[in-house]
C-alpha cells in the first residue's frame, strides 16, 4: 500500500486515506489473499429479485457470510439453494464498498454430504404434495394394450435393449425413443422437455402421438438420480395427458417422479411387462373365450330347441283348428235366407205405414197450419219493424247533433290556427325587410352597380364601363361620360392645422 500514501503533514508521522482509498485496499488484499475459497454451511435467507440473480446468507452456529449468485450461473447450477439446506458452495471472497461489507461471490453449490440431500428431497416432496401433484384422483389408468410406445431414456444404455427385448418377447409394439441424459446437469430440463415434447404431438404433427410414455433409468446413487428429483421434471410428469409409467433405478430406489407417474415400475423390465401384456398369453385366452362363447350359443340352442319342442306339444292341430269356424259358417248359412227375407217383409211394412200418412186430407191440414203461423209472425214482425224504424231515426238525429258540434269546433280551430300562421308570416316578413338593403336606402344610402354587380371599390368603379345608381325611390344610370374625369385626389392636410372656430 505504498502507493496509497501521502506525504505526511507538518507534525504529523499518520498519513491521511480517503474512504475510496481503503476501500481499495481492502477489496484487493481480500481478493488477492482468498481468491478460490470453498466454505461449508447452512443456507439461510434466500432472495431472488427481478434481476435474475440469487442472494443468500451462509451461516453456522457463530457466524453469517453474505453471498451472491450471478444471474448466469444461477442458472446452471445443478442444485438451487434452499433456505435450511446445508450445501459447500466454491467461489471468490469480495468486498461492496457501498455497504462496507465482504461477500462471497458464488460459482458453485451442491449439498454437503447426503444428509443434507435426504432433507432437501423430503422438503421438496412435501410441498409438491400440498399442491396436489401427487394425488391418486390425478393419475389415469395405464392402456391394455397400446398401439404405440413413447420411451424416454438414454439410447445408449442398456435400459432401452431390455426394454425392447422384453417389449419383442411379450407383445411387440411401434416404439418412439426420446433420447435424453439420464444422469448430470442436462438430464432434469432434457427428461422434462421430452415428457412436454411427446405431448405436444397432434394430429397434425409429423410423429404419431404415443398411448403411453415410459420414463427409464437404471440404477444408482442418489447424485446419479437427482435429476428425477428436480422440480420441473415431477411437474411435467403430473402434467402429462398421456398415462406415464416411471421406471427409474431399481426397486429400491424411490424419486419423486415415482410419486408423480400414474404407474410406477420396479425395474426398467418390469415397466415394458406392464405396458402390454403376453401375446400368446393373450392368444390362448382368446382361443378359451371363443371356445366357451360357442360352447354357450351350442348349449343356448339346444335349450331353445328343447323349449319349441315342448311348447308345440301343447299346441292344438291346424285341422281341428278349422272345425268350429266350419260348424258356425254352415249353420249361418242356413239362417241368412229366412233372414233376408224377414228383414224385406219389414221394410214393406214401414213404408206402407209412410204411404198412409202421406194422404191428401192430411197435406191440406199441414198447408193450412203452417199458413197460420206465417200469418201470426207477420202480425208479430209489423210492431218490431216500427219500432226498430224509431229507434233508427233518432239515432240518425242524435248523429246529426254530434256532426254539427264537430263541425263548427273545426271550423274555429281551422279559424284560430289560419291566424296564428298568418302573424308568423308578417312576423317574418318584418324580419325580412329589416335585414334587407332596401331599409338602408330608406335611411339616405345607396347602392352602386357596375356591369350588373354590387362595386365597392373606388377601383372597381373606374374599370366598369358603365354604372347604375339605386335609390330608395329608383334606379339612377351614369353616362361613360362622368366617368372619363381624372380622379380627384383627396386634400393633403396641412402639416399645422390651423385652430378652427369654437362655433
Not at 202421406?358 to 198447408?367: C, D, F, K
Amino acid at each position: 500500500m505504498s502507493d496509497l500514501i501521502d506525504d505526511p503533514v507538518a507534525g504529523e508521522n499518520a498519513p491521511e486515506f480517503t474512504v475510496s482509498e481503503i476501500s481499495g485496499a481492502v477489496k484487493r488484499t481480500i481478493e488477492g489473499e482468498f481468491s478460490h475459497v470453498r466454505v461449508r454451511g447452512e443456507i439461510g435467507r434466500v432472495s431472488r429479485p427481478r434481476s435474475g440473480h440469487v442472494y443468500l446468507d451462509l451461516k453456522d452456529d457463530r457466524s453469517v457470510l453474505s453471498g451472491v449468485i450471478w444471474k448466469g450461473v444461477a442458472g446452471r447450477l445443478a442444485t438451487q439453494p434452499e433456505e435450511g439446506l446445508e450445501v459447500v458452495a466454491t467461489g471468490r471472497l469480495t468486498t461492496f464498498p457501498g455497504q462496507s461489507k465482504y461477500q462471497i461471490v458464488i460459482e458453485d453449490i451442491r449439498p454437503a454430504g447426503m444428509g443434507a440431500l435426504m432433507a432437501m428431497l423430503e422438503k421438496r416432496k412435501k410441498a409438491l404434495e400440498a399442491e396436489g401433484l401427487f394425488a391418486p384422483e390425478r393419475k389415469v389408468p395405464i392402456p391394455y394394450l397400446p398401439e404405440i410406445i413413447g420411451i424416454v431414456t438414454s439410447p445408449s444404455g442398456a435400459v432401452i435393449r431390455d426394454i425392447l427385448h422384453r417389449l419383442r418377447d411379450r407383445f411387440p409394439r411401434k416404439v418412439l425413443i426420446w433420447p435424453v441424459a439420464v444422469q448430470g446437469d442436462r438430464c432434469a430440463p432434457e427428461v422434462a422437455n421430452a415428457i412436454r415434447g411427446f405431448n405436444a404431438l397432434g394430429p397434425g404433427s409429423s410423429l404419431p402421438r404415443p398411448d403411453l410414455l415410459i420414463v427409464a433409468r437404471g440404477g444408482g446413487s442418489l447424485e446419479d438420480l437427482w435429476g428425477f428429483n428436480e422440480e420441473m421434471v415431477v411437474r411435467a410428469a403430473a402434467e402429462s395427458a398421456i398415462p406415464l409409467i416411471s421406471a427409474v433405478g431399481h426397486e429400491t430406489d424411490t424419486t419423486l417422479i415415482d410419486f408423480a407417474s400414474d404407474r410406477r415400475a420396479p425395474t426398467p423390465t418390469a415397466a415394458a411387462e406392464m405396458a402390454v401384456p403376453v401375446r400368446l398369453d393373450l392368444l390362448a385366452r382368446t382361443d378359451q373365450q371363443g371356445a366357451r362363447l360357442t360352447g354357450c350359443l351350442v348349449r343356448g340352442m339346444d335349450q331353445r330347441r328343447q323349449r319349441l319342442r315342448d311348447l308345440s306339444r301343447g299346441l292344438p292341430r291346424p285341422e281341428r283348428l278349422l272345425d268350429q269356424p266350419k260348424q258356425r259358417l254352415d249353420y249361418w248359412g242356413e239362417r241368412l235366407p229366412g233372414a233376408l227375407t224377414a228383414l224385406a217383409q219389414k221394410r214393406r211394412n214401414r213404408l206402407t205405414e209412410a204411404a198412409a200418412v202421406l194422404r191428401p186430407r192430411t197435406l191440406e191440414t199441414a198447408l193450412r197450419q203452417r199458413r197460420e203461423a206465417l200469418l201470426s209472425c207477420g202480425n208479430r214482425l209489423g210492431p218490431a219493424f216500427a219500432r226498430a224504424v224509431r229507434d233508427h231515426r233518432r239515432e240518425i238525429r242524435e248523429n246529426h247533433v254530434k256532426l254539427a258540434e264537430h263541425s263548427r269546433r273545426m271550423k274555429a280551430a281551422w279559424a284560430a290556427q289560419s291566424e296564428r300562421r298568418t302573424e308568423r308570416l308578417d312576423a317574418v316578413e318584418r324580419l325580412r325587410l329589416t335585414l334587407g338593403y332596401e331599409q338602408t336606402l330608406q335611411r339616405g344610402y345607396a347602392v352602386v352597380r357596375g356591369d350588373g354587380a354590387v362595386v365597392t371599390t373606388a377601383e372597381a368603379a373606374g374599370k366598369a364601363a358603365a354604372l347604375e345608381i339605386q335609390f330608395r325611390d329608383g334606379r339612377l344610370a351614369v353616362s361613360s361620360s362622368v366617368q372619363a374625369g381624372t380622379k380627384q385626389k383627396a386634400p393633403t392636410r396641412p402639416d399645422k392645422p390651423e385652430q378652427g372656430s369654437l362655433f
